[in-house]
């Protein structure tokens, strides 16, 4: 028997936290055993082992962060030993030497098989997002054949589409997705042969050694998983409880949980040893939804009565048209954020006449610069200058609201409103980006979000909000929070004022603000510090240089 080293295969990011070891020095396992659990940012994964044997050696331990390629198991092969005698017979049938005969057997071992293999299954990467998407095209058909890089399906989540490459180059055996159905990372995109593969040795062992070879290895295999057969309820009663009693859950299923107010350790898990997974909290919902139904209580949910359904159409005609899947998730978030925070909100008129003098001074250099200066950069600077002055703002309450979490940097959403809802791209690191650099970054965004090509990772991270009205009108309005940031800032339609200047009234451009903020996080005092380094930076932008 033959030791081998087995490797942390690709995991999808550039690395990852060893969460459980699911094997001990000495166990048996068979193929596709999990031997080691692994958590990165975004999901948890089981390592299976690629081949049957016995662990003689982990070279891992709990805590310990790894990458691709790096040595996780040894292993002691089962049955190999007898593989390579048993084609010596085939070989005196053929009138063959053993020498050549042991070398037309060796495709015939796993590492090999998985060289000469001749296909490949294409999964979806990752997208951005633990959710399921919609594939809106599929790019290719059965029998193409394609080049590494070339497009396969086209999927479309509630915010943005994007195109999924091919990681090979060969020819599309089979396609496991359709226009209209959702897909999710890790699901089956397509099966491909993929371009030189070693297929020639193929033939060359199946015609006399393998036929020999292939009825032990069915009589090894009952032997092999014979042992974890029987191992495996202990191990999985072992392994459905992390230590202190916590379930084991990944990142993304916990955010569901906390952002649902689920107590995980209620969710039964229906995954690997006992994992909780996202199909488990939903599951877990419909239960309590159907058990305390609203025609049940007369209630809909947190016990706020149930909305009457009304049949409009009997007033008069009526138009219906379903609502987009932007709308609908806008509508969601809203609802959550509203539902879960407490709001407050102030108001306050910013006098930015100076400001709009500069401003419009500078559109000769504007057009040079190919960009069109507009407030925005003001404001992205001002609000830039004004978290930094007051960290309370720029923060997030994290542990159930036990925990403020400060950030370093100063990451702003601007929202957006497009044909299909709104939405709110993020400029990063507005307080070390120059004003040209803030008017050509945000006039992109909006053009993006217009398009709907905005990428996932160009709407998440943001610190804190800026939602203007511009010239649409109004006098001042209630933002609502952007959760889980603790502030948003309502901007309306710039108006001219008389002003009491200490000896008369004078005409000055003010600028009406509302500022809604998570009263957990942020009080009063907090938000009237806030609107005074605010508007004193738009009142004079020379602060910007202090």
């Given at each position: 028997?033959s030791?081998?080293t087995?490797k942390?295969?690709?995991?999808g990011?550039?690395?990852a936290?060893?969460i459980?070891?699911?094997?001990?020095?000495?166990d048996?396992?068979?193929?596709e055993?999990?031997?080691?659990?692994l958590?990165s940012d975004?999901?948890?994964m089981?390592?299976?082992?690629p081949?049957?044997?016995?662990?003689?050696?982990?070279l891992?331990?709990?805590?310990?962060?790894i990458?691709?390629?790096?040595?996780?198991?040894e292993?002691?092969?089962?049955?190999?030993?007898?593989?390579s005698?048993?084609p010596e017979?085939a070989?005196?049938e053929s009138k063959?030497?053993?020498?050549?005969?042991?070398?037309e057997?060796?495709?015939e071992?796993a590492s090999?098989a998985?060289?000469?293999?001749?296909s490949?299954?294409?999964?979806v990467?990752?997208?951005?997002?633990d959710?399921?998407?919609d594939?809106i095209?599929?790019?290719?058909?059965?029998g193409?054949?394609?080049?590494?890089?070339?497009?396969?399906?086209?999927?479309?989540s509630d915010k943005?589409s994007?195109?999924?490459?091919?990681?090979?180059?060969?020819?599309?055996?089979s396609i496991?997705?359709?226009?209209g159905?959702?897909?999710?990372?890790?699901?089956d995109?397509?099966?491909?042969?993929?371009?030189?593969?070693v297929?020639?040795?193929k033939p060359?062992?199946e015609?006399k050694p393998?036929p020999?070879p292939e009825?032990?290895s069915?009589?090894d295999?009952p032997?092999?998983?014979?042992k974890?057969?029987s191992?495996?309820p202990?191990?999985?009663?072992?392994?459905?409880?992390?230590?202190?009693?916590?379930?084991?859950?990944?990142p993304a299923?916990?955010?569901l949980?906390r952002?649902f107010s689920?107590d995980i350790?209620?969710?039964?898990?229906?995954?690997?040893?006992?994992?909780?997974?996202?199909?488990d909290?939903?599951?877990?919902?419909k239960n309590?939804?159907?058990?305390?139904?609203?025609a049940?209580?007369?209630s809909a949910?947190?016990g706020?009565?149930a909305v009457?359904e009304?049949?409009?159409?009997?007033?008069?005609?009526v138009?219906?048209?379903?609502a987009?899947?932007l709308?609908?998730l806008t509508a969601a978030?809203m609802h959550?954020?509203?539902?879960?925070?407490?709001?407050?909100t102030q108001?306050?008129?910013?006098?930015i006449?100076?400001?709009?003098a500069?401003r419009?001074?500078l559109?000769?250099?504007?057009?040079?610069k190919?960009?069109?200066?507009?407030?925005?950069?003001?404001?992205?600077?001002?609000?830039a200058?004004?978290?930094?002055a007051n960290?309370?703002?720029n923060?997030s309450?994290a542990d159930?609201g036990?925990t403020?979490?400060?950030?370093?940097?100063?990451?702003?959403?601007?929202a957006v409103?497009?044909?299909?809802?709104?939405?709110?791209?993020?400029?990063?690191?507005?307080?070390k980006?120059?004003?040209w650099?803030?008017a050509?970054?945000?006039a992109?965004?909006?053009?993006?979000a217009k398009d709907?090509?905005l990428?996932?990772?160009?709407?998440?991270?943001?610190?804190?909000?800026?939602?203007?009205?511009?010239?649409?009108?109004?006098?001042g309005?209630t933002?609502?929070?952007?959760?889980?940031?603790?502030g948003?800032?309502g901007?309306?339609?710039?108006?001219?004022?008389?002003?009491?200047?200490?000896s008369?009234?004078v005409?000055?451009e003010m600028l009406?603000?509302?500022?809604?903020?998570?009263h957990?996080?942020?009080?009063?005092?907090?938000?009237g510090r806030?609107f005074?380094?605010?508007n004193?930076?738009?009142g004079?932008i020379?602060?910007l240089l202090?």
């Open positions: 028997m030791k081998e087995i942390i295969p690709d995991i990011s550039e690395s936290e060893v459980e070891i699911s094997v001990a020095v000495g048996e396992v068979a193929a055993d999990s031997l080691v659990v958590e975004k999901a948890s089981e390592v299976p082992c081949k049957a044997g016995k662990i003689t050696a982990i891992v331990k709990e805590g310990q962060s990458s691709e390629g790096d040595d996780l198991v292993i002691e092969l089962t049955g190999e030993s007898d593989e005698a048993e017979p070989a005196a063959t030497e053993d020498k050549p005969a042991a070398e057997a060796q495709p071992s090999d998985e060289s000469s293999g001749a490949q299954t294409v999964t990467p990752d997208i951005g997002t959710d399921e998407v594939v095209e599929v790019c290719v058909a059965e193409d054949e394609i080049s590494e890089g070339d497009s396969l399906v086209v999927l479309e943005a994007m195109e999924i490459p091919s990681p090979y180059s060969g020819k599309v055996e496991a997705l359709s226009v159905e959702k897909a999710k990372k890790g699901d995109l397509l099966v491909m042969q993929v371009a030189g593969s297929t020639s040795e060359a062992a015609e393998a020999k009825p032990d069915k009589a295999a032997k092999s998983a014979e974890p057969k191992e495996t202990a191990l999985a009663e072992k392994a459905s409880k992390a230590p202190g009693g916590e379930v084991y859950a990944g299923v916990r955010k949980a952002e689920i350790k209620a969710v039964t898990g229906s995954g690997p040893k006992g994992r909780v997974l996202k199909e909290l939903q599951a877990y919902v309590l939804v159907e058990n305390k139904s609203p049940a209580n007369g949910g947190a706020i009565p009457p009304v049949d409009f159409a009997q007033f008069g005609d138009v219906t048209e379903p987009s899947k709308h609908k978030n959550r954020s509203w539902l879960n925070v407490p709001h407050v108001w306050d008129d910013a006098d006449t100076e400001l709009e500069f419009k001074g559109k000769a250099e504007a057009e040079k190919g960009v069109k200066m507009t407030p925005l950069p003001f404001l992205l600077k001002a609000c200058a004004a978290l930094k960290p309370k703002f923060a309450l159930n036990e403020l979490v400060f950030k370093q940097y100063v990451h702003i959403g601007i409103d497009t044909p299909a809802g709104l939405v709110v791209p993020v400029v990063r690191d507005v307080d980006k120059s004003l650099e803030l050509e970054e945000t992109q965004l909006a053009a993006k709907r090509k990428k996932p990772q160009e709407m998440q991270g943001g610190c804190f909000t800026i939602s203007s009205l511009g010239n649409i009108g109004g006098l309005f933002p609502i929070v952007n959760t889980p940031e603790v948003i800032l901007v309306s339609k710039l108006t001219v004022k008389p002003v009491w200047n200490g008369e009234f005409p000055r009406p603000l509302s500022l809604s903020y998570d957990r996080a942020i009080n009063g005092a907090d938000a806030f005074s380094t605010l004193e930076v738009l004079d020379r602060r202090l």
